[in-house]
């Protein structure tokens, strides 16, 4: 054994994609249709442990200190298996995940989550691995989890259509962006805690197979990006906005126009979007985004944080609302093993 660590703790936080990822390319690699750009958040963090156990069978995985089953484990075992494969050492393991977001409410607990148990897994198994690599191993687990291992702005690259899968895996990851003059803050409105009627990856199966606004999209979205780049360069709060805004929505969109059709928006999801208008009538630069899920989290200026907060949750009186700001990327826990 050469150099395991044994065990290892890593924390990561969530990412809001402000051009989305939405269609894959390759199921099993996790290859995406587009490239997709975000912000890596400072709340909702993950912290997750994972310990090398030599004489076990099975690999033991606790999710909030309860014992993971089913779907949830099945994925977290087939990434460990990755993980063993690259290491060249069997061992299972106990993996204890401690998730702050609130699970499957579309505020990406999947992104924090596969962050986190890269970094730590890795480290526990002795794999030595730079950022860009551990980003690519993230995105194994979750496609928006190789955002999530950088902080700041990232954009996540689809990489390069020909080439040997081999070459695929290793040429999608994500790298951070560069920001000019910018302080934005993401106002989180939580509208609904609840799980998710249809999971995004089958979501977006159904979108690609189905929706004919998939490719339109697509193609837009492609144009988006480097507007958004030039926009984030700038320090342009209401460009950023627009360009996310109008990305978000069409995404949506593809998913209305899928069969059969998959709707995340809800009434509350309107009445939150209906005020942010009136904001933005009201001069305050504030722009809405969506993912798989009800939720609505819009950006605008850190000086205007608490205003927008207080308008939304004027709209949806039941709801939570939390302010975040740019957040750092996943990182090792040290005094650990
Ligand atoms: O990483 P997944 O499979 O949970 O996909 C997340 C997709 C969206 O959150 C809807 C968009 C994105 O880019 O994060």
């Known amino acids: 054994e050469r150099g395991t660590a044994g065990r290892a703790t890593a924390v990561a936080h969530p990412n809001i994609a402000l051009i989305k990822y939405w269609g894959k390319r390759d199921e099993h690699l ?16 993950t912290t997750t442990s994972v310990r090398l156990a030599p004489r076990s069978g099975s690999d033991m995985v606790t999710l909030n200190g309860r014992p993971a089953a089913g779907e949830a484990l099945r994925r977290i075992v087939d990434f460990l298996d990755l993980v063993r494969e690259r290491a060249g050492l069997a061992h ?13 409410a579309g505020l990406a607990s999947s992104a924090s989550g596969f962050a986190a148990l ?15 690599a551990l980003s690519g191993l993230a995105r ?14 990232a954009v996540w690259h689809a ?4 080439g040997s899968a081999e070459e695929a895996d290793r040429s999608s990851y994500a790298e951070p962006v560069p920001v000019g003059d910018l302080d934005p803050a993401l106002v989180v409105a939580v509208v609904d805690a609840g799980p998710k009627p249809v999971s995004s990856r089958a979501a977006m199966r159904r979108t690609v197979d189905t929706s004919p606004l998939y490719e339109p999209w ?21 460009a950023v ?25 809800s009434p509350a999801t309107l009445t939150v979007l209906d005020s942010v208008l009136r904001l933005r009538q009201d001069g ?54």
């Open 241 to 265: 906005g627009e360009i996310a805004e109008r990305n978000a929505l069409g995404m949506h969109a593809t998913m209305l126009a899928a069969r059969p059709a998959v709707r995340y928006l």
């Open 159 to 162: 990489g390069p259509d020909a």
């Open 92 to 104: 299972r393991a106990v993996v204890d995940s401690e998730n702050t977001v609130p699970t499957g």
């Open 30 to 45: 996790v290859l995406p249709r587009v490239d997709s750009l975000s912000m890596t958040l400072n709340v909702f963090p």
């Open 140 to 153: 194994r687990g979750s496609g928006s989890a190789s955002r999530s291992v950088f902080g700041g702005f």
């Open 284 to 337: 305050i630069p504030a722009y809405a985004t969506m993912d798989a899920g009800p939720n609505v989290k819009v950006l605008c200026r850190r000086v205007d944080a608490d205003r927008v907060a207080e308008a939304v949750c004027v709209a949806v009186p039941g709801g939570a609302v939390h302010i975040a700001e740019p957040g750092p990327g996943a990182r090792l826990l040290h005094g650990d093993g």
């Open 118 to 132: 890269a970094v730590a897994a890795a480290a526990a198994y002795g794999l030595d691995l730079d950022a860009t």
């Open 218 to 238: 697509a193609v837009s979205s492609q144009a988006d990006l480097i507007e958004m780049r030039a926009a984030l360069l700038a320090g342009d709060i209401e």
